[in-house]
């Protein structure tokens, strides 16, 4: 399913030292939902209508790629270049504090304010999966949700380590799951190398049972017929009909956002 941006409210948001678009429609608790690469595309749009759907009002900021625009390779091709030489972005760094992550706790904190709810949700996939993770040293995160978190860009064994964010926002995050009973959704492809399975290994040995893993198998032969590019769990390679894995990965992420959103959890 696709969905366009026309029935979506466009503003300006500025945080962290940043500005960019973002995108609102909903009612109910706060979700903050980060596109991925290349950017606020139909299939993400989407995305964001079937948590609204669910009763989110969810914000969708437009930090890279025009919104609305359709996938094409070359496209995607052109807004990595750009993402790889940003300093807002970090690509290839690791042990990382990321500028947009500021932003995007700012986001955050602002949708928190004015909605109902324990706190909001924030949602990263790809190439911000990771960033959903930093968004949780503030306190009104309370359900951080990393999807084939792809950064920093897996092209070295320390790299496809990192975990995403530095280890000072790392540790805060930690003590959130002692004190606060903060929880962490992860998903992957169990055969995605651009979303590596080292990092989620490091994620569970810091996070420990406060990091729930979905791995869907798209290994030769899986079930479902997942190619061997998989990667997209809530958007691409999703099917509804007949409901694959990644169907069930994206209930359960409603699931959780449930949980740890609504005031009677």
């Not at 760094?93 to 949708?111: G, M, S």
């Not at 950064?151 to 805060?172: H, I, M, N, W, Y």
Request: glycine residues 10%.
């Amino acid at each position: 399913m696709n969905a366009d941006l026309g029935s979506w409210r466009r503003s300006p948001f500025s945080g962290g030292g940043l500005t960019y678009d973002c995108f609102e429609k909903g009612e109910g608790p706060g979700v903050v939902l980060i596109p991925e690469i290349p950017g606020l595309t139909p299939e993400v749009a989407a995305f964001g209508e079937h948590l609204v759907s669910e009763g989110f009002t969810v914000v969708i900021p437009s930090p890279f790629g025009t919104p609305g625009r359709p996938e094409t390779t070359g496209y995607a091709l052109g807004v990595i270049a750009r993402l790889c030489v940003s300093k807002e972005f970090r690509c290839f760094a690791a042990n990382a504090e990321r500028p947009i992550t500021k932003y995007l706790r700012a986001v955050a904190t602002d949708l928190a304010a004015r909605t109902p709810g324990r706190g909001v949700g924030v949602i990263g996939m790809c190439f911000t999966g990771g960033f959903a993770l930093a968004t949780a040293v503030e306190d009104v995160v309370k359900a951080p949700v990393l999807s084939q978190p792809s950064t920093p860009f897996a092209v070295s064994a320390k790299l496809r380590r990192d975990p995403g964010l530095s280890q000072k926002e790392l540790e805060a995050v930690k003590e959130r799951t002692r004190t606060d009973g903060l929880c962490v959704l992860g998903m992957r492809f169990s055969n995605d190398r651009m979303a590596p399975a080292e990092r989620f290994v490091t994620l569970r040995a810091q996070l420990g049972d406060a990091f729930e893993v979905i791995e869907l198998d798209s290994a030769p032969g899986n079930p479902d017929g997942y190619g061997r590019s998989a990667h997209s769990v809530l958007t691409r390679d999703l099917r509804e009909d007949p409901p694959n894995s990644a169907y069930h990965a994206r209930t359960r992420t409603v699931e959780f956002l449930r949980e740890h959103l609504t005031a009677t959890a």
